[in-house]
């Protein structure tokens, strides 16, 4: 894994924060607010997403919006694909932020993976081309945003004009648990914040904001359990 605190220049690296939940738990607000904190108090942020907007991302947008027929391996390894273009390409890379001392918060990430893929693909396959990959950087935390998913289908029947592939209760309550059996397979490797996002947006946001503070200026791991 590339994510270490220190770049070869012994340059402080940036702090790499991921957003997870299933579509409709807020992570777009809430990826704003840290954005603001970062900023507000005098650091240098980086917002980014996955699927990409590169033509990776283009190819899994066409097939998340029903309008090409992909299974699930093809759309791990799609995923991985765009993953790493993200990661490193020269001009807009996760790995680029980082090593200038920039932090990288990304809205999805190899997490979503595991647990979108992983219900129809073999988890452990799409767990190791992943976590096994040199090119892709280890987030320093995760942040989940767990809401259940009758308010999740509230909110995306409420902001949606068409539903995705994943954007039905059935898959979203079988994601959810796909989310919860990898975060305990990676209890002990990675870094995982479960928050209750059924709160104000204001509570979430200091939760998140003081999980920050914590990881900001160590490389020690906060206790999130
Ligand atoms: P989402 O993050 O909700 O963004 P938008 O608001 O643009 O819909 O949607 C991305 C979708 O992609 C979501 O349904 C989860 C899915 N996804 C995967 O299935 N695997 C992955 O590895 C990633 C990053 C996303």
């Avoid at 770049?7 to 402080?12: A, C, I, S, Y």
């Avoid at 932020?97 to 993976?113: M, N, P, Q």
């Avoid at 129809?120 to 096994?132: F, G, H, P, R, S």
């Amino acid at each position: 894994m590339i994510n270490d605190t220190f770049g070869d220049d012994g340059m402080k690296k940036g702090k790499f924060i991921v957003f997870e939940g299933l579509d409709g738990s807020g992570k777009g607000t809430q990826t704003a607010l840290l954005e603001k904190h970062i900023k507000q108090s005098g650091g240098k942020v980086y917002l980014t997403a996955e699927p990409t907007i590169f033509s990776t991302g283009g190819m899994i947008r066409d097939a998340l919006g029903g309008f090409t027929d992909r299974d699930a391996y093809e759309l791990s390894a799609m995923f991985l694909t765009d993953r790493i273009f993200h990661n490193i390409n020269k001009k807009s890379g996760i790995r680029k932020y980082l090593d200038a001392g920039i932090d990288v918060i990304c809205d999805r990430y190899y997490y979503s993976s595991f647990a979108y893929q992983g219900i129809d693909a073999d988890l452990d396959w799409v767990m190791d081309m992943n976590l096994n990959c040199r090119e892709i950087a280890k987030p320093d935390l995760c942040i989940f945003l767990d809401v259940d998913t009758e308010l999740c289908d509230k909110r995306i029947a409420e902001n949606r004009f068409e539903r995705e592939i994943y954007e039905n209760k059935d898959a979203q309550s079988r994601i959810r648990r796909r989310f919860f059996e990898v975060f305990d397979k990676l209890r002990d490797s990675e870094n995982i914040c479960i928050i209750d996002a059924s709160r104000s947006v204001e509570e979430i946001s200091d939760d998140i904001i003081k999980i920050y503070e914590k990881i900001r200026n160590t490389n020690d791991c906060v206790d999130i359990k």
